[in-house]
Nanobody
């Protein structure tokens, strides 16, 4: 069973550049496509960015395009999310997730989820 653990939550000022990480255990990262998702209070969970098995294909939400970068280090079983130019509206619980079947960046196609990490952006 895939276990995913995100890095601890952060509080950053607008414009901050934190990097999130997600370590996969009890599995081999390169067996899975991965994604970062977020959920703000009162809103549905949404895809932020997803990455294919090899890391060559990525799909970004329009709201983070050009500001966030996803990467994966299969040798370290770790997924990363570099967040730049943060805005208060980026405040949310961020989740990493894995899928072992074809799909896109919709939460419903991801089977394995981390517990989430809170990112709070102050204005």
């Amino acid at each position: 069973l895939v276990q995913a653990v995100e890095s601890a939550g952060v509080l950053v000022p607008a414009g901050g550049t934190p990097r999130r990480s997600c370590i996969i255990s009890d599995a081999t990262l390169d067996d899975y496509a991965m994604g970062w998702f977020r959920q703000a209070p009162g809103k549905q969970r949404e895809g932020v960015v997803c990455i294919g098995w090899s890391g060559l294909s990525t799909l970004y939400a329009e709201s983070v395009q050009g500001r966030f970068t996803i990467s994966r280090d299969n040798a370290k079983n770790t997924l990363y999310l570099q967040m730049n130019s943060l805005k208060p509206e980026d405040t949310a619980m961020y989740y990493c997730a894995a899928r072992d079947r074809p799909g896109n960046c919709e939460p419903s196609v991801y089977s394995y989820w981390g517990q989430g990490t809170q990112v709070t952006v102050s204005s």
